[in-house]
């Protein structure tokens, strides 16, 4: 079985993303000692990332790609779906983010513990990262999470960087229930992995060198995020809806089973 499958989501990266994935393959190499998989998933680009992507001429790559945009939590769930590893998690295709966290994520699993981790995350505020991040984005990020530790019970301090491994029984439960394609869709894993019982996250430090040449934070998306967050807790905490979803399921599971088994 492949020990590793990382998901790799892209949207117009042509500049890099051959690069980037070349990248990761290497470092990938070069600290574990297990058979991993790539899948790459452009993300309806408008540029010539496939292209490039198809240069990476090794059989532990895999490119999806499809023609409208749909957010980067869509492209993620569909690498996903097809994903074999007994590990499975993603990171973000701009290298912000040292692909060394994978390889330390994948020795936290790996590594005997008393309470085995359902997923290890990145963290910007772990003690030890190395993080070059511009203030108005820090503060941003301190509050989304103080607004997170009121609305959800589970023990991560950052939610939202680009870099997590998960066991494959964790997101075979949590992915069919998945909504959110974009800003929050790290948050709503993470969250409903909780309600499941998946609530042993463990953070690892991260290397990131923020490289967004913009001036500001656009404030659409910080209000999308907010409005999606909202949403993620009203469907927990007052309707209970990924719960009463998983028992649907699993109901039409046992039919189509019941229907196959009939004579």
């Not at 003690?127 to 997170?148: A, E, I, K, T």
């Not at 905490?237 to 039409?252: D, G």
Request: charged fraction near 30%; charge should be negative.
């Amino acid at each position: 079985m492949i020990g590793l499958s990382l998901v790799v989501p892209v949207y117009n990266g042509a500049a890099y993303v051959e690069t980037s994935v070349r990248t990761i393959v290497r470092a990938l190499e070069e600290g574990l000692d297990q058979p991993f998989e790539v899948i790459a998933v452009c993300d309806g680009c408008s540029d010539d990332s496939a292209a490039c992507l198809s240069r990476v001429d090794d059989d532990r790559v895999r490119v999806l790609s499809y023609e409208t945009n749909e957010g980067k939590g869509y492209a993620i769930t569909q690498g996903l779906a097809v994903a074999q590893g007994r590990l499975v998690g993603w990171l973000d295709s701009d290298l912000d983010i040292d692909p060394e966290a994978i390889v330390r994520a994948v020795s936290e699993f790996d590594t005997p513990a008393e309470e085995p981790a359902d997923a290890v995350i990145g963290s910007k505020r772990h003690p030890d990262s190395d993080v070059d991040y511009p203030l108005v984005r820090r503060v941003y990020s301190l509050g989304f999470q103080l607004l997170v530790g009121v609305l959800f019970r589970f023990n991560a301090r950052d939610t939202q960087v680009g870099a997590k491994l998960f066991r494959r029984e964790y997101m075979e439960v949590v992915r069919p229930l998945l909504l959110i394609k974009r800003y929050a869709f790290d948050l709503e894993v993470l969250a409903v992995g909780a309600e499941f019982g998946f609530d042993r996250v463990r953070e690892i430090p991260i290397r990131l060198e923020y490289r967004f040449t913009g001036t500001g934070i656009d404030w659409r998306a910080v209000l999308r995020m907010f409005q999606d967050t909202l949403a993620i807790a009203y469907r927990i905490h007052i309707r209970h809806w990924y719960v009463r979803r998983f028992a649907s399921l699993q109901r039409h599971r046992m039919d189509v089973a019941e229907k196959i088994l009939e004579p």
